[in-house]
């Protein structure tokens, strides 16, 4: 089996060469369907997982913009359209320094599986540009996403592609996307989602990849009897998805420790109750400063430069910042610290050698692609709510959201129980792949 399984990751590897992200997602999955597949007759023979792990199209192209100085800036934009097999392609848009083809192409091919979790009808993408917001104006945020949008719309649309946002990509910035859309196509439609809620957005978007990722680490939490009930949980980031799953756990009762941001992270050993995450959201959100800020306003907090929160003892870890932000010693320190629940809201976030450490621990262990696929199931829901052009109320997306993690929880399960131990990787790989998988060989070889 471990010789089938390399051959393939070398036939990939080589036509993606320098794309270490990518080789890293597509050697996640292929390590837990390959054998799968050997058991499957119906898959011998198609080839499938090297298709899925070529995308039908990428686009680059050039994003010129003028900044508050009069220079003229360039930055390079980037939509990989990776599957289409169960619906158009849905995936975020990345603006952050750090975005390249093999981030992007990771996340998209994670979209995939994730997408198909869900059980709604959207196949897999994801976009972005190495621009980075931080420190921009406002002025300098809409120039440059009407740049990018200028491009963009052509390979768009509400039944071909339907970005949404990621890291670097808000509210804020998909209004102005969304504006140079409309105006380009002189359409109204939901062509984007995490849109405002005035104009074609759905309750609960924002809420959602936060509230899911706590939602499913429920889910894993009751079978083994257990809860959120006074529970010292450990987070990291302080943007969107960190925000909301701390609004979440302390819903629930349960302790929030840390918060975190790229330059260290915040401890709070009374807990950061739901004023103290008021003023974060303030802080991040509004006035966009930095998380070292939150000791200025509660002194008994306090703020370590550089470092990651993992070292706090917890007994539940919520990665919610960016791939690869938790690596084997920070898992053996959780693991030892006694913490027992991993729910990603990020995506990659735990290196593969962190997560062995998990399954080596029987950590209740979830993968992003399960845990954090209530942000696009709720994108969904706004896609849904756009077609029939109306609106659903706060509990009924909230209900709808609870019960897609429930049933992602179920198709981990499905495919993932071991001998007294539930592989949630293993049970997400196999489930979003057997989706896809059966879709393909039903539409031929395109
Ligand atoms: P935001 O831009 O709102 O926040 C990102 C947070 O992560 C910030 O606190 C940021 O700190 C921190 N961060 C970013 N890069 C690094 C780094 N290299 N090291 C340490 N911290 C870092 O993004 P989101 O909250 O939307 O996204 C967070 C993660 O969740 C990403 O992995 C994203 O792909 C994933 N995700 C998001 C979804 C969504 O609906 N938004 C859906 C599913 C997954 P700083 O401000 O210093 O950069």
Same mark, same amino acid.
């Given at each position: 089996?471990k %010789?089938?399984i +390399? *051959?393939?990751i070398?036939?990939?590897?080589?036509?993606?060469?320098?794309?270490?992200?990518?080789?890293?997602a597509?050697?996640?999955?292929a +390590?837990?369907?390959?054998?799968?597949?050997?058991?499957?007759?119906?898959?011998?023979?198609?080839?499938?997982?090297?298709?899925?792990?070529e995308?039908?199209?990428?686009?680059?192209f050039?994003?010129?913009w003028?900044?508050?100085?009069?220079?003229?800036?360039?930055?390079?934009?980037?939509?990989?359209?990776?599957n *289409?097999?169960?619906?158009?392609?849905?995936?975020?848009l990345?603006?952050?320094?750090?975005?390249?083809?093999s981030i992007?192409k990771?996340?998209?091919?994670?979209?995939?599986f994730k997408?198909?979790?869900?059980?709604l009808?959207?196949?897999? $993408?994801?976009?972005?540009?190495?621009?980075?917001?931080k420190?921009?104006s406002?002025?300098e945020v809409?120039?440059f996403?009407?740049?990018?949008?200028?491009?963009l719309?052509?390979?768009?649309?509400?039944?071909r592609?339907?970005?949404?946002?990621?890291i670097?990509? @808000?509210?804020r /910035?998909?209004?102005y996307?969304?504006?140079?859309?409309?105006?380009?196509?002189?359409e109204?439609?939901?062509v984007?989602?995490?849109?405002?809620?005035?104009?074609?957005?759905?309750?609960?978007r924002?809420?959602?990849?936060?509230?899911?990722?706590?939602y499913?680490a /429920? !889910?894993?939490?009751?079978?083994?009897?257990?809860?959120?009930?006074?529970?010292?949980?450990?987070?990291? $980031?302080?943007?969107?998805?960190?925000?909301?799953?701390?609004?979440?756990?302390?819903?629930?009762?349960?302790?929030?420790?840390?918060?975190?941001?790229?330059s260290?992270?915040?401890?709070?050993?009374?807990?950061?109750?739901?004023e103290?995450?008021?003023?974060?959201?303030?802080?991040? !959100?509004?006035?966009?400063?930095?998380?070292?800020?939150?000791?200025n306003?509660?002194p %008994?907090? *306090?703020?370590h430069?550089?470092?990651?929160?993992?070292?706090?003892?917890?007994?539940?870890?919520?990665?919610?910042?960016?791939?690869?932000?938790l690596?084997?010693?920070?898992?053996?320190?959780?693991?030892?610290?006694?913490?027992?629940?991993?729910?990603e809201?990020?995506n990659m976030?735990?290196?593969?050698?962190a997560i062995?450490?998990f399954?080596?621990?029987?950590?209740?262990y979830?993968?992003?692609?399960a845990?954090n696929?209530? @942000?696009v199931?709720?994108?969904g829901l706004?896609?849904?709510?756009? *077609?029939?052009?109306?609106n659903?109320?706060?509990e009924?997306?909230d209900?709808?959201?609870?019960?897609?993690m429930k049933?992602?929880?179920?198709?981990?399960?499905?495919? @993932?129980t071991?001998?007294?131990?539930i592989?949630?990787?293993?049970?997400?790989?196999i489930a979003?792949?057997?989706?896809?998988a059966?879709?393909?060989?039903?539409?031929?070889?395109?």
């Amino acid at each position: 089996m471990k %010789k089938i399984i +390399e *051959s393939f990751i070398t036939e990939v590897g080589q036509r993606n060469t320098h794309e270490p992200e990518f080789m890293q997602a597509v050697r996640e999955v292929a +390590e837990n369907v390959i054998p799968y597949i050997v058991t499957q007759d119906i898959y011998h023979g198609k080839n499938i997982l090297m298709r899925m792990a070529e995308p039908e199209r990428v686009v680059m192209f050039r994003v010129p913009w003028i900044d508050d100085t009069g220079e003229i800036q360039v930055n390079r934009g980037y939509r990989i359209e990776m599957n *289409s097999a169960i619906g158009p392609y849905k995936g975020g848009l990345r603006f952050h320094e750090s975005v390249n083809l093999s981030i992007l192409k990771f996340l998209a091919f994670e979209q995939v599986f994730k997408n198909a979790l869900t059980t709604l009808p959207m196949g897999g $993408g994801k976009g972005g540009a190495d621009f980075n917001p931080k420190g921009k104006s406002d002025g300098e945020v809409m120039r440059f996403c009407q740049s990018f949008m200028t491009e963009l719309f052509r390979h768009i649309g509400p039944n071909r592609d339907i970005p949404a946002g990621d890291i670097g990509v @808000g509210g804020r /910035e998909i209004g102005y996307m969304f504006g140079q859309y409309k105006r380009l196509k002189n359409e109204f439609t939901g062509v984007l989602t995490g849109k405002g809620i005035s104009w074609g957005g759905s309750l609960i978007r924002p809420e959602a990849t936060g509230y899911g990722a706590v939602y499913f680490a /429920e !889910n894993m939490l009751q079978t083994r009897g257990d809860s959120f009930k006074n529970k010292e949980v450990v987070i990291s $980031g302080s943007g969107n998805v960190a925000q909301y799953a701390a609004e979440k756990c302390i819903q629930l009762g349960a302790k929030v420790l840390t918060l975190s941001d790229s330059s260290g992270y915040i401890y709070d050993p009374e807990g950061i109750d739901a004023e103290k995450l008021a003023f974060v959201m303030d802080l991040k !959100n509004r006035t966009r400063g930095r998380i070292s800020a939150y000791v200025n306003a509660y002194p %008994k907090a *306090s703020f370590h430069k550089g470092k990651r929160p993992w070292e706090v003892p917890c007994a539940i870890a919520l990665p919610c910042a960016t791939q690869n932000e938790l690596d084997e010693s920070d898992a053996k320190t959780l693991t030892s610290n006694g913490c027992f629940c991993v729910s990603e809201g990020a995506n990659m976030p735990s290196t593969p050698k962190a997560i062995k450490v998990f399954h080596a621990h029987k950590v209740l262990y979830a993968p992003g692609k399960a845990s954090n696929a209530g @942000g696009v199931a709720v994108s969904g829901l706004e896609m849904a709510q756009n *077609s029939l052009r109306y609106n659903w109320t706060r509990e009924e997306v909230d209900t709808r959201l609870q019960a897609i993690m429930k049933d992602i929880h179920e198709s981990c399960i499905k495919y @993932g129980t071991e001998k007294g131990h539930i592989n949630y990787e293993k049970g997400a790989n196999i489930a979003g792949f057997v989706k896809v998988a059966d879709a393909m060989l039903a539409q031929g070889v395109v």
